[in-house]
């Protein structure tokens, strides 16, 4: 069995240039939104702004992962902590899910029981406008670093289905649930004045909720793949099968088993049956132009296990 370890082609610093952004944002963001619900009394305004404390306290917790994905590989994890970073990002699902989806939901039931008095809403439009302008940078920031990976013809949510880095897709599934959250307390507080009704803004709040919760199974769903163990995809895995099986050295390739170990950093196990009668030096040459071949494609693929041995049972 052999080993080969690549280096990395170059991290841009983009998932932490999304997170610092998407922070920066929420911060003030999540201010304006607490003075304003203080002042006005606007259930969905208070629900924006427990949305925007909330995402504020997630992209540090994606700092925390971040960090700790990065550390160097020791005896106990010799594959790095890579997926560290999956770990947090789910922490982040279920702190959406019960901060953000479960507060908005029970203070918006709450104000329609008993529903208060509609106040000025001037200050609730300058606020939701504000706050689109810098979800709405937020949002694109991370929407540019998704797109810096999104195959030709593929939508931007097949773009995240496909992402391996959690910092990036979680930041703009969030940052679209606030900028669609913006749009529904815009609209309950506009319905509320137009129609003299005190229940459209606390039925903004649950519907904001109810947003967030679904923003919540997205993440975990994403992120909870990847944390158990998701593969490189059918695609890859054919491109390279084929690659190897284009090798002459190569007599057959068998099963190909591969795992994400962090956003730029894959696991891949090889059963091959190389040429009969090949001297050991060969075979070693062999697999350097493999390890080479395959890198050029796929640079994630850092960590790569040649069994000729496993092909017969492989095969059988």
Same mark, same amino acid.
């Given at each position: ?32 939104? $607490? ?61 959406? $899910? ?35 302008? $810098? ?8 929407? =540019?670093?998704?797109? =810096? ?142 390890? =080479? ?12 296990? $040649? ?10």
């Amino acid at each position: 069995m052999t080993e080969t370890n690549k280096e990395e082609s170059g991290k841009d610093g983009g998932s932490r240039k999304v997170i610092y952004a998407a922070i920066l944002a929420n911060l003030g963001i999540a201010a304006a939104k $607490f003075i304003v619900a203080a002042i006005t009394g606007s259930a969905a305004m208070l629900a924006e702004g427990i949305h925007s404390a909330v995402d504020t306290g997630n992209e540090f917790l994606l700092l925390v992962g971040e960090r700790n994905s990065e550390k160097p590989p020791d005896k106990r994890h010799p594959f790095g902590y890579g997926k560290a970073l999956y770990f947090w990002a789910l922490l982040v699902a279920l702190s959406v $899910f019960s901060l953000g989806g479960g507060l908005s939901i029970y203070h918006g039931i709450s104000a329609l029981r008993h529903p208060e008095p509609l106040e000025d809403p001037m200050w609730n439009y300058v606020v939701l406008g504000v706050s689109a302008c $810098f979800e709405g940078y937020s949002w694109n920031v991370s929407r =540019k670093a998704l797109n =810096k990976r999104r195959k030709p013809g593929a939508s931007l949510w097949q773009t995240v289905h496909a992402s391996k880095d959690a910092s990036v897709f979680t930041v703009f599934i969030e940052d679209t649930a606030a900028l669609l959250g913006l749009a529904i307390a815009a609209a309950g507080i506009l319905l509320g004045h137009v129609f003299d009704s005190p229940y459209f803004d606390p039925a903004a709040s649950v519907l904001i909720g109810l947003l967030l919760v679904g923003a919540a199974f997205a993440l975990a769903r994403e992120t909870g793949a990847l944390l158990v163990g998701e593969g490189i995809g059918t695609d890859a895995t054919r491109r390279v099968c084929e690659i190897l099986r284009d090798d002459p050295a190569i007599e057959d390739v068998g099963k190909l088993l591969s795992m994400q170990l962090g956003p730029d950093e894959v696991l891949l196990t090889a059963a091959v049956r190389f040429n009969r009668g090949m001297r050991i030096d060969e075979v070693e040459a062999a697999i350097e132009r493999l390890e =080479k071949a395959v890198a050029a494609v796929y640079p994630a693929i850092r960590h790569i296990y $040649f069994e000729s041995g496993a092909l017969r049972s492989a095969m059988r």
